[in-house]
């Protein structure tokens, strides 16, 4: 379910994800029988500074493998 995503990247991310949103969700031509494809935005936030280009690449790495183990998901592209 998609709570269980959410609840996946809020522990994969922590405390540096203010806020996260489906913005998408697709199942049809070229994607794979039984799959979906779902885009998901994230906000990300440290109150006591500015995140830095590889504050942000380390959150989404944290997230892209979390997703990756807990569901199997893969970026498209």
């Known amino acids: 379910s998609y709570a269980d995503v959410e609840a996946c990247l809020r522990n994969a991310v922590g405390g540096n994800l203010a806020h996260l949103f489906l913005f998408d969700r697709y199942i049809?031509?070229?994607?794979?029988?039984?799959?979906?494809s779902i885009a998901i935005g994230l906000i990300l936030q440290d109150l006591s500074r500015t995140l830095t280009d590889q504050d942000s690449d380390r959150c989404m790495g944290q997230a892209v493998a979390a997703l990756g183990r807990g569901f199997g998901a893969t970026l498209r592209g």
């Open 28 to 36: 049809g031509t070229n994607v794979p029988t039984g799959m979906k």
